[in-house]
């Protein structure tokens, strides 16, 4: 299934000259997309293995974005999604506004964001304002068209 998804969002890009990528990328990459029963997680899976079979991203897939994405849930990788709108980061304050902006409570993106932190896809270095990593920026890179 995600591999399908994958070549879905090759063609979609215009990638013709594809890799492929090595048995330590592939083999965690269809393991994690094959124990994943939700939509959103499964996409962020297929995502990834497009980015490693895409010669002009492939450097942006990472060992540890797998490791993070097993540790993920739908919620939170809709938060992630959001940070790079809101400047790459988010006060707390601002964490109202965007559980209204994405249809969650403010306890959901609390949890998202406390969940974000504990993986190092985002931090929060003053305690004040939630920033991406440099490994959640490269995670977007990767699995942005």
Known sequence: MILHRAKERLEARGVEARISPSLTVALPLFRGGADESRDQLQDLWAR???AAMDPSKT???RVR???ALEKLDP??????????SQGG???HGQQNEMAGELGLSRD???????NLLRVELASDPHGAFVTLTALGREFLR???D
Do not use: M
């Not at 919620?75 to 790079?84: E, G, I, N």
């Not at 959901?108 to 406390?114: A, K, L």
């Open 89 to 91: 980061g988010i006060n």
């Open 75 to 84: 919620p939170d990788a809709r938060v992630l999604a959001c940070l790079p």
């Open 108 to 114: 959901e993106v609390d949890v998202s964001v406390g």
């Open 59 to 61: 450097d942006y897939v």
């Open 65 to 67: 974005s797998f490791e």
């Open 142 to 144: 990767a699995v942005q």
């Open 48 to 50: 990834l293995l497009a």
